[in-house]
Nanobody
Framework: QVQLVESGGGLVQAGGSLRLSCAAS????????MGWFRQAPGKEREFVAA????????AYSNSVKGRFTISRDNAKNTGYLQMNSLKPEDTAVYYC?????????????????WGQGTQVTVSS
């Protein structure tokens, strides 16, 4: 089992930056691929970014590519999502997720472990 706890959300003006963190409880977090998803009010949860177990491979949605960067520090059992050039349409609850496989994937159903989410609000 893996427990995930997100932090780092908040209110920021358009054009600003935030860094989200996802702390994992499991010692062998390095064997798990990790993803970030988000859910805006009235919308379905959507894929944002994912990273494989080693950090050597990643994927991004088209809407965040070039602005967001996913990374991880396996020694600290922590994943990150650096968000730059934020837009009001990035406003959502952001969730981190983990799967007990090494390869990052973009499908929500492939992730077995989820955090509780952290709110990101971008004002115009």
């Amino acid at each position: 089992q893996v427990q995930l706890v997100e932090s780092g959300g908040g209110l920021v003006q358009a054009g600003g930056s935030l860094r989200l963190s996802c702390a994992a409880s499991r010692r062998t977090f390095s064997g798990y691929a990790m993803g970030w998803f988000r859910q805006a009010p009235g919308k379905e949860r959507e894929f944002v970014a994912a990273i494989n177990w080693s950090g050597g491979g990643s994927a991004y949605s088209n809407s965040v590519k070039g602005r967001f960067t996913i990374s991880r520090d396996n020694a600290k059992n922590t994943g990150y999502l650096q968000m730059n050039s934020l837009k009001p349409e990035d406003t959502a609850v952001y969730y981190c997720a983990a799967r007990q496989y090494s390869i990052a994937v973009v499908t929500e159903a492939d992730y077995a472990y989820w955090g509780q989410g952290t709110q990101v609000t971008v004002s115009s």
